[in-house]
């Protein structure tokens, strides 16, 4: 979903990394149970949201709310349908705009926002905002139901405006991102290959699915770490690396049953190697989820410093 919202904030002209509003408040407070949700005040409304700390400054809608408090497209460009595995059925019609709005009531912005004909998220939120979103300069993000207590981990954001952090294996880089929306760790194909090289991870050969947004499972090779495996001191838990459709019937025909909205072309979930010069596929990227993020008591977003400050406590 990362990818979808930076990917069209590109198309609108509004690339997600333009120069962000200045801040209004000093610090912001949400609580994750088992994300953090929000209110985005519109022109024609007020719109309950899940709270993604996975892509860069904007606003993704279901096509009712948003047609409910009467948002409208940018003119030409503004209606496009798109191919993406990441969207039920693997396509949709999508609109967008740079709209007018007050997220958290943190102060008016102009807000990359796109709004799409297929449910990104179930009632009764009605899509997804980036913590970036907020006009804050700390946004600090309470798990209730993690232990309490535990190691301090700082890892530095890849620019102030940035969510994603950098984390450099050999050779290459991995774009590196938080999510308590997901419950999985999941990696795409080429940040697989990379960590299968550095002996992180080992492959299983064993399938499962991974939903990113409803009505939509898509096939990923349940990953094993090696040893104490990590990304900054964060240990990985339950990997999953996001493979073909027919890579999932070669390995387990039961679990390709339930594949829905797959595209066999998929770039994230091209099987590739380590050894080659340029595999290919889109850049590098691994989200962590809820497997991991459901020992860090707290999750801060310190936008002076560019860096998430994280709380946990891990077992063991």
């Not at 207590?149 to 984390?167: C, F, H, I, Q």
């Not at 990590?230 to 039961?254: T, V, Y």
């Not at 936008?303 to 998430?308: A, F, N």
Request: glycine share 8%.
């Amino acid at each position: 979903m990362r990818r979808l919202c930076l990917a069209l904030a590109l198309i609108l002209d509004a690339p997600a990394s333009a120069e962000e509003p200045a801040a209004t408040q000093g610090e912001i407070r949400l609580v994750a149970n088992p994300f953090p949700t929000a209110e985005v005040a519109l022109k024609r409304g007020t719109l309950p949201v899940r709270v993604s700390l996975g892509f860069d400054r904007a606003l993704l809608l279901n096509l009712a709310p948003a047609k409910a408090t009467g948002l409208k497209p940018f003119p030409i460009i503004g209606k496009f349908r798109v191919r993406n595995p990441q969207i039920p059925g693997g396509e949709a019609v999508i609109r967008g705009n740079l709209i007018t709005a007050d997220v958290g009531n943190t102060g008016r912005q102009s807000l990359p926002t796109v709004w799409i004909d297929k449910d990104v998220v179930p009632p009764p939120h009605a899509g997804v905002v980036s913590v970036m979103a907020f006009r804050a300069e700390h946004v600090h993000i309470r798990n209730p139901s993690a232990p309490a207590g535990g190691a301090t981990y700082r890892l530095v954001r890849a620019g102030r405006g940035d969510s994603e952090v950098k984390w450099r294996l050999g050779r290459d880089t991995v774009n590196l991102v938080f999510d308590f929306t997901s419950e999985a760790t999941i990696l795409n194909a080429r940040a697989a290959a990379i960590l299968e090289r550095e002996g992180l991870v080992r492959r299983t050969g064993r399938v499962g699915l991974w939903s990113p947004v409803p009505a939509l499972q898509l096939p990923v090779e349940l990953l094993n770490p090696v040893g104490g495996a990590n990304a900054f001191g964060l240990p990985l838990k339950r990997p999953a690396a996001r493979i073909s459709p027919a890579r999932a019937r070669e390995l387990d025909a039961r679990a390709a049953e339930g594949i829905v909205g797959a595209a066999e072309d998929d770039p994230d979930a091209i099987l590739v190697t380590a050894e080659r010069e340029r595999p290919r596929g889109r850049a590098p990227w691994m989200l962590i989820g809820r497997d991991v993020l459901q020992y860090c008591s707290e999750v801060r977003l310190d936008r002076p410093d560019k860096s998430w400050i994280l709380s946990c406590a891990f077992p063991g």
